[in-house]
């Protein structure tokens, strides 16, 4: 029998939908990272983001079967399990997170004491400057940039065609590019 | 024909990895921009461009404990443990009408409806012709004298004895006359 972790996305969900843990727990192993950190971008909570995830781990297990190479990559299904998740929860609970749970969550673990001040301004500018972004152009840019995903992909995420996400991430670099111009004028970024 | 312009959007949209682009422009894109210098130049801006938000992006991604990470699997993956997957609508209904709680609960119903369907069938069956026994064959005969049919039901050759009932001998002399 084949190694897990030798099989391609495809193929777990495949043994998946067949009910073989041993396969979807190779999925969880893979992506659950990366799906925890982007949905904390929007939650600034790990707690709350990890409770998200794990929902949503169970929704995919639930549907593996629905989950086919012609619809794209399990990659961008499983982002856009998460990401529908997270928008979610936002809604549902806006009051509470907009109280500040990211005081209390995030930066205890993301502080790193080797950071220079001029790394954790420019941090901070570039967080300000993502966080200006209209929000599906910050998603689409995040799961381009940070996530490694194709544009087809962030379009399935999107649920948009690859032209209208192309042309939204060229808007959004755009943005932060003109943003970063401006700003190095007044000597306060990059 | 791609013209520089939407290579340039292109540029601007899909980034600078031309594995990122549309597979069947790939390979002309490729052609235009090794004889375009402006389109090279713009590549490479945009390849600049990009690594600096990677690295970015690297920097503000909050950092995430591996023993957290380590937890959270195995909650999910104890979770999927004991998570049913939904059946085939098929087996759903099978299994529905098969199982002991959901029969059970519908047995009253079931019995109820049964009784009903039986009073129904009772109530309103329906009734057998109800034959006028109230005249004798002799009686019978004294009214087709009295009516002046019996002389001509005695010219067919027809006996008292072949009129075994009322019913009987009442259609037999309507069809002979």
Redesign the interface.
């Known amino acids: 029998m084949k190694k897990l972790n030798l099989l391609s996305d495809h193929q777990l969900i495949e043994r998946a939908a067949k009910?073989e843990?041993a396969a979807?727990?190779e999925l969880?192993?893979r992506y659950?990272?990366s799906l925890?950190?982007f949905s904390?971008?929007y939650t600034l909570s790990?707690s709350c983001s990890?409770d998200i995830?794990?929902e949503a781990?169970?929704r995919a297990?639930?549907n593996?079967s629905s989950c086919s190479a012609s619809k794209g990559s399990v990659k961008s299904w499983l982002f856009k399990i998460v990401y529908n998740a997270t928008i979610d929860f936002l809604r549902k609970n806006k009051r509470e997170v907009s109280i500040g749970s990211s005081e209390l969550d995030?930066p205890c673990?993301?502080q790193?004491p080797d950071k220079t001040l001029l790394?954790a301004q420019?941090?901070q500018w570039?967080?300000q400057a993502?966080a200006e972004l209209p929000e599906r152009q910050r998603t689409a840019?995040?799961l381009?940039?940070?996530n490694g995903l194709?544009?087809i992909d962030v379009s399935a995420v999107l649920d948009l065609n690859?032209e209208a996400?192309?042309?939204l991430?060229?808007r959004a670099?755009?943005s932060?590019?003109n943003k970063r111009q401006q700003d190095s004028q007044l000597g306060a970024c990059? | 024909m791609i013209n520089r312009e939407q290579i340039l959007?292109?540029i601007?949209?899909?980034?600078a990895n031309l594995q990122?682009w549309?597979v069947s422009n790939q390979q002309e894109i490729k052609e235009f921009i090794a004889t375009d210098s402006e389109l090279s130049l713009a590549l490479s801006i945009a390849e600049s461009?990009?690594l600096?938000?990677?690295e970015?992006?690297?920097?503000?991604?909050?950092?995430?404990?591996a023993v957290?990470?380590r937890n959270?699997?195995k909650?999910?993956?104890s979770?999927?443990?004991k998570?049913e997957?939904?059946l085939p609508w098929w087996q759903a209904i099978i299994q529905r009408f098969t199982d002991p709680a959901q029969v059970l609960q519908a047995f009253p119903a079931v019995v109820a409806m049964l009784l009903l369907m039986v009073v129904v069938q009772v109530v309103y069956k329906k009734e057998p012709a109800q034959i006028d026994l109230a005249y004798s064959s002799e009686e019978f005969q004294d009214w087709l004298v009295f009516e002046g049919i019996n002389e001509g039901v005695e010219q067919l050759g027809l006996a008292d004895d072949t009129m075994e009932n009322e019913l009987e001998g009442f259609a037999e002399v309507v069809y002979y006359l």
């Open positions: 009910n843990q979807f727990a969880v192993q659950l990272a925890v950190k904390t971008r790990f990890e995830v794990q781990f169970l297990w639930r593996a995030i673990e993301k790193n790394q420019q941090q570039f967080d993502l840019l995040c381009f940039m940070n194709s544009v690859p996400t192309s042309s991430l060229a670099k755009r932060l590019k990059l | 959007q292109m601007a949209g899909y980034g990122h549309p461009d990009e600096m938000l990677k970015c992006f690297a920097s503000s991604e909050p950092q995430w404990s957290a990470e959270l699997a909650k999910i993956n979770s999927t443990g998570a997957k939904p």
